[in-house]
């Protein structure tokens, strides 16, 4: 006798089919604070802006939290931030798929870059973006023809910070022609004054080597010497410096060294003679001008601002070595 066919119910087959997961995305939040937002008070702070990120993301039921990538500083007209680096390259390595913001002008104020990233390179990389005041989310945001409903308000966003930037690159012009320091780092061999930023003094760590550095050109040493010289002895080089002091975050500047280049700008740095060098580059957002060299006839230059570190005999006699040495 041949074998019955065994019949399947077909309820009980509908009941025992799985029910597909809801996906939970590794969501990371993106805080950023540009140095004139910094000057305003409001919800913008990094501090209100982490709260209510990471509060959205762990009341969300398909969001892991993962951490934050913190830009405190750094324009929003571009993407060269050492967090938003951070946080891409944890997207290509699949820690997050999922990016929150507060809204779109603290994920970016170009309107093309960030549209570039919110509709085309996000997608591809299956990367879930959410601008929470904005009540955007590309998890159900439908797009057009046009891409998502967002162009017009990134082109505001752009010349909103066009408008902060001609007013910003316009007061920092009042403060260079007054002598006061307007920049990140003081030069090597000085420190912002503690009472007041816009002043400098000489740093009692780093002050003497610019004076050794000096005194070794004068006694004929070339520049790549007083460099190999100071790598020999260990003293760290300005970047250096700067990033074991903790005020440069960025990987690139942990083992820079010594170079003839840097000796060369320090040797030829009128600052060290007690006068503020300002304005020996220019970039203009507002005017959509990149960065650029500026020659010396255009930089701002105002005398006697602060204690100078080499008497004016001896950076002169180094000029002259340096004019020496191009003949």
């Known amino acids: 006798m041949g074998r019955t066919k065994r019949k399947v119910n077909p309820i009980i087959s509908v009941l025992v089919q799985e029910v597909p997961r809801q996906r939970i995305y590794h969501a990371g939040g ?5 140095m004139e937002d910094s000057k305003r008070q409001g919800s913008d702070t990094i501090k209100n802006q982490k709260e209510l990120v990471r509060k959205y993301i762990e009341t969300q039921p398909d969001m892991q939290f993962i951490g934050l990538y ?18 891409i390259q944890d997207i290509r390595n699949k820690t997050i798929d999922c990016i929150v913001v507060k809204d779109l002008s603290r994920f970016g104020r170009n309107y093309k870059e960030t549209g570039n990233y919110i509709e085309r390179i996000f997608p591809f990389l299956d990367v879930r973006f959410v601008a929470i005041s904005d009540q955007f989310d590309t998890l159900n945001t439908k797009q057009n023809s046009d891409g998502y409903l967002i ?15 001609k007013k910003v690159g316009s007061g920092y012009a009042i403060k260079q022609r007054k ?16 009472e007041n930023p816009h002043k400098i003094e000489p740093n009692e760590e780093t002050a003497p080597v610019v004076q050794n550095i000096f005194k070794q050109r004068i006694l004929g040493m070339s520049y ?37 280049k840097v000796v060369r700008t320090i040797l030829t740095n009128e600052i060290y003679l007690g006068h503020m060098v300002q304005g020996k580059k ?6 959509g001008k990149k960065q650029q060299l500026l020659p010396k006839t255009e930089w701002k230059i105002v005398r006697d601002t602060h204690k100078p570190l080499i008497d004016e005999a001896t950076f002169r006699k180094v000029q002259e070595m340096g004019n020496c040495r191009k003949k």
Not at 30 to 34: M, Q, V
Not at 179 to 194: R, V
Not at 227 to 256: C, F, M, Q, W
Request: hydrophobic share 30%.
């Open 30 to 34: 993106y805080i950023r604070l540009s």
């Open 70 to 87: 913190c830009d405190n500083g750094h324009t929003g007209t571009n993407f060269l931030r050492p967090e938003f680096e951070r946080m």
């Open 151 to 165: 162009p017009l308000k990134n082109i505001i966003n752009e010349a909103y910070s066009k408008d902060i930037s």
């Open 179 to 194: 002598g006061e320091f307007i920049g990140t780092w003081a030069a090597y061999g000085y420190q912002k004054c503690a």
């Open 224 to 260: 790549a010497q007083i460099a190999r010289t100071l790598n020999r002895e260990g003293i760290a080089s300005p970047a250096r410096y700067h990033y074991l002091k903790g005020d440069a975050k960025s990987e690139r500047y942990a083992n820079v060294a010594w170079s003839s």
């Open 282 to 287: 220019r970039q203009s957002f507002c005017e």
